[in-house]
């Protein structure tokens, strides 16, 4: 269990941010609730089952709901890693300065360069989905002119929300938080309650989906059901300097975004699958869209509907709190003078208080990716967005092997969050999951065709190598004199300070 720090006199956020090496330059008007609010609804979990259902039970029948169990616990070990991180080190930005003052400057810059794109493509991909609602709701033909318009409509309401401050931020991502928990606990619960067509017993039943074969292989195929879900608790660390008392309230909020997020997604996984009329053509693929069609014999014409506004807020706080986590990550490069333009982009906004050009590049390169699959063919999206997932946990695993490393060099953290004795164990545990994780991401497929099979990989492979080839042809790192590997010495210094 987490444990606190001895009592001693506690650090002013202002002071502990000056021992850190910057500047107080946003306003604190983020709380403990709108924290989790940002993460909940970048981990979306309303957003996750809907886009994953299909796949998982097609993949590996009623029993792959046990991988949110899985993921779920194995992402709860990395959140209490990057909690001791963020309590040490409550700055701007996560990954990257986390990874930077673990590390080094190249590695940190290597892990933000592969997150960043990570998040992009994600805010791409979130848009793209989140205009099937929209044109559900309006009685619009989902053609890919219409997929376009809308998904450029969702980008823009966001980045004009993002503009108006973090307040906004905190308000539109409490409201999101209620429209996920309605769309999946609500939803969920009463489907569980009063539309069941099947027993609790199903759960234990493959239906057949590993055919002549073992069903472990077809259980591991279904592993995504988890490993697509369970990210978006880093995002509460990407507004740190935004937060009141971030070393002690950012901790719990990723905790917080773990624990509900998984809950959630079991409620909303679990009663699809209970309330589900003809669950056998959905385990055989022949239905590969079947949520709406659960809910209009479930809710009727009416609450479907109804459900829809629900998931469209819903989407919209996702885009919104992607966009606001990329922009703090962009200006965090920028201050430290590690991008091109870093001037430009450390920008802050004197009214509002937010990195505005940041923000216009965090909803402007998205922008651009939808035209691209707008006018490329079919299956791009799935294309460009396959890297996506394991670029974020490459990136989280940077900061865990990080952390392990200072570890190993006597790191002690000084936050008031602390994991005491069993943070090693903890932080063991915490890599062997993601490198397992990975490994199940990165599996060729076996459809036949090099490029899907492979596209997780190649995806990977684009990223990094153009990553190495600027970091060592254009050295970024020689452009900045941030402090770099510095957590034993900051560890000394803060508890210093705190007697």
Partial sequence: MPEEKPAGRVLGDSEHLEALGYQDSFHRSMTLWGNFALGFTYLSPLVGVYSLFALALSAGGPPSIFWLVIVGSGQLLVSLVFGEVVSQYPIHGGIYPWARRLWGRRYAWMAAWIYIWAMIVSITAIAEFGSGFFASLFGFALTKEITLLLSLVLLFIALGLNFTGTKTLARVAKIGLAAELVGVIGVGLYLLIFQRHQGFEVFFNSM???????????????????????????????????????????????????????????????????????????????????????????????????????????????????????????????????????????????????????LIVACGIPVLICVLI??????????????????????????????????????????????????????????????????????????????????????????????????????????????????????????GLSK
């Fill in 374 to 495: 707008y006018v490329g063919p079919d299956g791009l999206l799935t294309q460009v967005t396959a890297f996506a997932v394991i670029g974020i946990y490459v990136a989280f695993q940077a900061v865990v092997l990080a952390a392990l490393r200072q570890r190993l060099k006597g790191w002690r953290p000084a936050g008031p969050f602390n994991l005491g004795r069993v943070g090693f164990a903890v932080n063991v545990a915490a890599l062997l999951y993601g490198i397992a994780a990975m490994l199940l991401l990165a599996w060729p497929g076996r459809s036949g065709v090099l490029l899907n099979d492979w596209i997780v990989l190649i995806g990977l492979g684009v990223v990094v190598g153009t990553g190495l080839l600027y970091l060592f042809i254009a050295r970024p790192d020689r452009h900045s004199d941030a402090p770099q590997g510095d957590a034993v010495q900051v560890a000394e210094m803060l508890r």
């Fill in 208 to 358: 057949g989906v590993e055919g002549n074969g073992s069903y472990f292989g077809a259980f591991l195929g279904a592993a995504l059901a988890g490993l697509f879900l369970f990210y978006g608790f880093e995002a509460c660390g990407d507004v740190a300097e935004e937060v009141a008392n971030p070393a002690r309230q950012i901790p719990k909020a990723m905790i917080m975004t773990i624990l509900v997020g998984g809950v959630s997604a079991l409620f909303a996984f679990g009663g699809y699958v209970l309330a589900a009329p003809d669950l056998a053509s959905i385990v055989s693929g022949k239905d590969p869209d079947p949520i709406p069609h659960i809910l209009e014999s479930s809710l009727g014409a009416v609450g479907a509907k109804i459900f829809l506004v629900v998931a469209l807020t819903a989407f919209l706080s996702c885009v919104l709190s992607l966009q606001a986590a990329a922009s703090r990550l962009l200006f965090s490069f920028g201050r430290d003078g590690m991008v091109p333009g870093h001037r430009w982009l450390a920008r802050v906004s004197p009214k509002s208080r937010v990195p505005i050009n940041a």
